[in-house]
């Protein structure tokens, strides 16, 4: 039996809370026979108490304070927690690990705006000299854990190649780990599907966005298809989303004030409506009562919103980026990310083409079932910490 310790306190929100929330949930109620320690904020602590006795927690609110802090937490507190406890493997779930670690490490490099040449592109030369210094600091950093980890992880193809663009990563410690979703929450079939066919002629189209707010998310170019799409005379849609400009008040987002106005605006408010931050047991509802889902992200390391809709048989429409053809393959329309009237023009062909939709539709169902099961994940993850710990890399 092995003890692993599993650093996030960075897993405040979003894609990552959700991430170490399911990951804990089935190892308690896999049969792997390991220890696991979690190291997550506080807020996180309630969704990982009271499963077993194989599953502890350590909560830390050091993610929301500053990176230097940060990075004493990781070089200083954490080796003493993993010296305390024992532990045979760390992984360090979120880009930045220890430098000098007393036991096996295991890093999962999963920020793409490091690494991505869209967003460096595109939206870092109009970040601020500040955000810019820390950013490149940060990326720094990572290369140093890479460099300190016995195995390097990503969740995607895609998202290596970026990284070994910048980082030097040998092939004998880079591994890709495709990350999942629990098919279970999000069921569809085909009637369901028929149905939706039927009643688009009886009410508006239903798109739909789920992601957290930043810049490269690129809310941006959906409100401007919007515009367009309503400039063109079409009236039978409201898109819902939860990427809303006025969360993260506190980060630097260069798009803000002009999502801001592209909201208020009175030719496109009455179409948009902004759910807020949604708990992830209610996620599938919003899916169920969609009929398109776009996805507009200019980065991602892996997209998981693009699994859950495929899982929950939703037509997608997404950014043509190598992380989206590599997560859709044939399930999805794909429109130029910067491009707002090619998207525009993509949504209404697909809302008025029920065939395709419902072929979709049954491509991304399979395709979820067959390549993005989340037990499967898992199962290779603790494949992969048995390993290190055996035989170090490999």
């Known amino acids: 039996m092995l003890s692993v310790a599993i650093n996030a306190v960075s897993a405040k929100s979003g894609g990552a809370a959700t991430y170490i929330e399911n990951l804990g949930k089935e190892l308690a109620k896999s049969d792997y026979g390991n220890q696991y320690l979690f190291c997550i904020p506080p807020k996180r602590v309630a969704s990982l108490e009271g499963l077993g006795d194989r599953i502890r927690v350590v909560a830390s609110d050091v993610g929301y304070r500053s990176s230097w802090r940060r990075q004493l937490w990781d070089q200083v507190t954490l080796r003493q927690i993993l010296r305390k406890e024992h532990v045979d493997v760390l992984l360090s779930s979120s880009d930045f690990g220890m430098w000098f670690p007393p036991c096996k490490q295991i890093l999962m490099v999963r920020n793409p705006l490091f690494f991505s040449p869209l967003f460096l592109r595109t939206v870092l030369p109009n970040k601020s000299r500040q955000f810019r210094l820390e950013f490149w600091i940060r990326r720094w950093l990572i290369s140093l854990s890479v460099r300190a980890s016995d195995i390097v992880i990503a969740a995607s193809r895609s998202m290596m190649a970026d990284l070994k663009q910048l980082i030097p990563v040998p092939d004998s410690k880079a591994v890709v780990n495709s990350f999942g979703v629990p098919l279970e929450r999000f069921s ?132 043509d ?63 992969i910490i048995e390993r290190v710990a055996a035989n170090g890399r490999g």
Request: hydrophobic letters at 40%; one cysteine or more.
């Open 188 to 319: 569809w079939n085909q009637l369901g599907a028929s149905e939706k066919v039927q009643r688009d002629s009886e009410r508006p189209c239903q798109l739909l966005y789920v992601s957290e707010y930043s810049d490269y998310k690129n809310l941006t170019t959906l409100l401007k298809a919007v515009s367009i799409m309503r400039t063109q005379g079409m009236a039978d849609f409201r898109l819902m989303t939860t990427a809303d400009p006025s969360q993260f008040p506190e980060v630097e987002i260069v798009t803000r004030e002009q999502d801001r106005a592209l909201v208020s605006h009175p030719h496109i408010a009455p179409f948009v409506k902004f759910t807020g931050s949604i708990p992830y047991e209610d996620v599938p509802n919003l899916y169920m009562q969609s009929d398109l889902f776009v996805f507009p992200s200019l980065a991602e390391s892996f997209g998981h919103p693009l699994v859950e809709a495929m899982a929950s048989g939703l037509p997608i429409i997404a950014s």
């Open 321 to 383: 980026i190598p992380i989206c053809r590599e997560i859709c393959g044939d399930a999805a329309v794909y429109f130029s990310p910067l491009d707002p009237n090619d998207l525009a023009e993509k949504i209404m062909s697909l809302r008025n083409d029920s065939g395709l939709r419902q072929r979709l539709g049954r491509l991304g169902r399979k395709r979820a079932e067959v390549h993005f099961d989340w037990k499967d994940h898992v199962r290779r993850l603790v494949g």
